[in-house]
């Protein structure tokens, strides 16, 4: 059993050699705010585990790429390490997919605080306090494994409270046949607990974002780990950018006056939600073709240019960077019942839509000129995934076509109509 209670923060994927991005029209007054925020939101790690009085810190891997941050880089781990040696507070680090602790140039040094785990086996420190021990620290970089292999962190089990470090895909079902009190998991992005009970299975998560799929917050972990061994967890909010990917119903657009103030109030609950942080927004318009007054590009566009003006230059700034229109869930019933070619389209197309049967559209892509050369990359459905998209989105050419529209409804940037600029 434990002796002492001890504290330690558990974080990865740093990427600082990755900017953040999904942003389009990059706005003057951010963008010194959003070059910094990966860097800022690293340092927040390292400035909490002295504010919070920690032992250790365990990094589990994609900290940064050398051959891309360059000289930067290794100065900022630097000098945070070094801080952190005078407080005493450890550093155990297992490599990532980016950082192989093989490309860490031997002219640099690390301080004496910093335990950097081989990528060839797994490793085994003890981390004392007034030479008693407290903790078992097991730890391997990745070697390229997609998996964290839970057999390798066998070991003979003794009193202090164990944590494994490693970086990859994890299966909790096999993680917890081995004796780990704590999985300090890196690789992925987004924070997750696998499990809550003992073992504590987690992945920190990125302290930034970088891309719209990486919504809501994200940070680190602080564990507090008592005499008992009871733990407690403790997640910790440290991006200063907020990505979010939101969604406007038919309903909503079919208001047309009423779109800004559905607009606002969405706004309102997102920066509240924040807490004080810069968000990114990419709107998804699900459009009614027939009763929407928000629907053509000058219009999009104007709420766009709106959105930015109302709430983009605040501060903390709420800045619209995109304004994707997604095809109606459903088409009107009535253009369904027509005697006309269009009604005869929507029904085979709701006939496609309930078949499990891919979609080919290659012979017809080949062939003809279905709009300009986004919409042929768009129906060309790369996996059987996307299958489903190329349906909607081929549906939706259909009606447009024969409803004698010329809006690109699928360009990738806002551009609408037959331009391909």
């Known amino acids: 059993m434990a002796k002492e209670s001890f504290r330690f923060i558990h974080a990865s994927d740093f990427h600082l050699e990755r900017p953040l991005q999904d942003i389009l029209d990059l ?16 340092e927040a790690v390292f400035e909490a585990a002295i504010l919070e009085n920690v032992d250790f810190l365990v990094l589990a891997g994609d900290l940064l790429n050398l051959s891309t941050t360059g000289a930067q880089g290794a100065a900022f781990l630097l000098a945070q390490f070094e801080i952190l040696r005078e407080r005493g507070i450890q550093v155990y680090w297992a490599g990532g997919h980016v950082d192989d602790p093989a490309c860490w140039p031997d002219a640099v040094g690390l301080p004496d605080n910093v335990h950097v785990f081989s990528n060839s086996a797994v490793e085994t420190l003890v981390f004392k306090r007034n030479q008693t021990p407290l903790a078992t620290i097991l730890g391997r970089s990745s070697d390229g494994n997609e998996t964290v292999r839970a057999a390798e962190f066998a070991h003979e089990p003794d009193e202090n409270y164990v944590i ?19 999985w300090a998991l890196g690789g992925q992005h987004q924070s997750e607990i696998l499990q809550t009970e003992e ?25 507090d780990v008592d005499a008992q061994r009871c733990v407690q967890v403790h997640s910790i909010d440290s991006d200063l950018v907020r990505y979010s990917e939101q969604d406007v119903d038919a309903d909503d ?47 999009l566009e104007d709420l766009l240019g709106w959105l930015r003006r109302e709430f983009g230059h605040a501060t903390p700034a709420c800045w619209s960077t995109d304004i994707e229109v997604l095809p109606p869930k459903d088409f009107p019933e009535k253009w369904k019942e027509e005697d006309t070619i269009l009604g005869d389209f929507l029904r085979i197309a709701e006939q496609q ?69």
């Not at 706005?27 to 690293?42: D, G, I, M, Q, S």
């Not at 494994?164 to 046949?177: P, Y």
């Not at 309102?268 to 699900?286: D, T």
Request: aromatic share 4%.
């Open 253 to 299: 657009m079919a208001l047309g006056r009423d779109v800004r103030q559905v607009l606002t109030k969405r706004i309102a609950r997102l920066q509240s939600e924040a807490a004080g942080r810069h968000l990114l927004i990419k709107w998804r318009v699900h459009i009614d073709l027939e009763n929407s007054t928000v629907v053509g590009p000058s219009a």
């Open 353 to 421: 839509r309930k078949s499990s049967k891919p979609l080919n559209l290659k012979p017809l892509i080949d062939s003809e000129t279905p709009g300009n050369n986004i919409w042929q990359a768009a129906l060309s459905p790369s996996s059987a995934a996307s299958n489903q998209s190329a349906v909607e989105k081929s549906t939706l050419l259909g009606v447009d076509l024969l409803r004698g529209h010329q809006v690109d409804l699928v360009a990738s940037t806002r551009r609408f109509g037959g331009s391909e600029k």
């Open 199 to 223: 073992p504590c299975i987690r992945y920190s998560g990125s302290p930034q974002a970088r891309e719209l799929k990486e919504e809501g917050a994200h940070g680190f972990v602080l564990v």
């Open 164 to 182: 494994a470090v490693a970086h990859g895909k994890a299966d909790s079902e096999t993680l917890r046949s081995e004796r780990v009190d704590y």
């Open 27 to 42: 706005p003057e007054h951010l963008r010194k705010t959003l070059v910094e925020a990966p860097w800022k939101a690293a």
